[in-house]
């Protein structure tokens, strides 16, 4: 598929602009600017498929594309104090408009399409570290990262706009879909429900406590005033989202990990499932709203094997009872895989990836979709339940630093968790931009 003419035109802009930079030049004192921008093809074959409903991923063939740019500006205030500044345009479709398989392939797929460029103030908040003593750390400048020295011991507060998952559930191998695995249930734990607007972000504060081997963060987060919703709940005492998380960093080996479990508490107006059950046919989870909760837990895992081989795991849980809000409609999932660099094929800078994952449904989420109700994204008109499985695998050439290029293969079996759907083969073709 063409890059259509706006996005052609602003790739070129990014390029002439910035390709040919000196890569050892620095930016000026106490300021972090950075760009990127991520291109991703993909299309699917005509699968097999007993029947199809509102929410359901077309059994036809199919071709879309989604275009991200974003600028990370982050500026020192004063000692310790940063604002961070990420406006972002987005730009194309999901498959299927994003309906119909609950790992979604495409991490860039925001729940809104857009026919054509579209702004969102992304990320705009204040981060203030208070430094405890002790021995101090380099840091690189990065993404919303200006360089400098900080205490390892310290504690931080973040308030403002930006996404539940820039602080919680990271990790090393799998957290980033414009450079890493595209499947919403590898580069995020998919059980937790993370609060977000439509394209993924919201409002909050988060603490964190850092020490030589441990992170300790809680977050609180607004929630949408309506399931995928724009528009945030004002009603923070009714509505917000609570995650508490431990980092633990060891060695096993000379080889660096990283342990992160986490539990969460989610407070919105929410459909109840069971409540959906006795309504006579079709039945429809969003006329039992009303403000209850959700809890749920999760881990992941990462873990360097050699000089060029890292293992990475996700595993998370939520009670299941209340309509999936916010992320996608995943009760229980579970995902592990590989990156290998490509020093062995002469290829350092190169990465490949493979990876497994299996997600499911609560009974009670399962029911609901069995007598054909409708959810956040799926909803085939009745369900022959089966976990959702999938594999992933992706190849990134770094033929410039600044330069991505991904073939990306994906396998789903029950799409949707429907055993009589599929399997899907989904081929993808991503470019990321980054300086």
Known sequence: MLIPRPIFSLLCLVVARFATASEAQTPPAGWSLHTQATYVDQFHYSFPSAYEGSNSFTHESEAEHTFSFTLYLDRKLWPGAEVIYNPEIFQGHGLSQTFGIAGFPNGEAVKSGFANLHYNTSRLFL?????????????????????????????????GKFAASDFFDDNAFSHDSRTQFMNWALWESAAWDYPADIVGFTAGAVVEWNTPNTSLRYGIFMEPFEANGARLDHHVDRAHGQIVQLDYRYERNGRHGTVRPFVYLNQANMGLYRAAATQPYPEDVTSTRAYRSKQGAGVSWDQELSDDVGAFARLSWNDGKTESFTFTEIDRSVGTGLNVRGRRWSRPDDVLGVAILANGLSSKH??????????????DGRLSYAPEEAVEFYYAFHPRKWLQVSPDYQCIRNPGYNSVRGPISVFSVRAHLQF
């Not at 380099?138 to 900080?150: C, F, H, M, T």
């Not at 399962?366 to 909803?379: A, D, S, V």
């Open 366 to 379: 399962r029911h609901y979709l069995e007598q054909g109700g409708t959810g956040l994204i799926l909803g």
């Open 127 to 159: 981060r203030q570290s208070f430094g405890l003593g002790g021995e101090k750390e380099p840091v690189e400048d990065d993404l919303n990262r200006v360089a400098g020295k900080i205490d390892v011991n310290r504690i931080t507060l973040s308030v």
